[in-house]
């Protein structure tokens, strides 16, 4: 392999900039605009069980690794999970001049109307 194959273009959403609307409500507005987009993970890496319970190995079996992912801390990578990261698959990439102005437009539509849809 000589090229990383990209196939999710993460973008930093900013609440502050759409009247604190929550991640989660931004990625649903963003959905019915029909701009597909994701949360991303709901937890970190290393808050996943599967970390957590070290069980790496085939069928889930745990392996000895000498990592405490429970004493782990990232905050940068925690806001980034809960409060930043917005996913765009990357056939949403793909599309035609148009559809990168589609894009735009529900970003722009969303904050225009954010005080609406802040619960």
């Known amino acids: 392999m000589t090229s990383h194959s990209v196939h999710l273009y993460i973008v930093r959403y900013d609440q ?23 949360p991303g993970y709901s937890l970190p890496l290393y808050k996943q069980p599967v970390f957590l319970n070290k069980s790496f190995g085939p069928r889930g079996s745990k392996v000895d690794l000498p990592i405490d992912y429970s004493a ?8 980034a999970c809960y409060e930043e990261a917005i996913w765009f698959p990357q056939f949403v990439m793909l599309g035609a001049e148009k559809d990168m102005d589609d894009i735009v437009a529900a970003v722009k539509k969303i904050s225009e109307n954010a005080n609406d849809l802040v619960q």
Do not use: H, Q, W, Y
Not at 16 to 33: G, I, Q, S, Y
């Open 16 to 38: 502050d900039k759409f009247a604190n609307l929550p991640k989660t409500d931004f990625v649903d507005a963003m959905r019915k605009e029909g701009i597909p987009t994701s």
């Open 72 to 79: 782990v801390e990232c905050p940068i990578t925690e806001r």
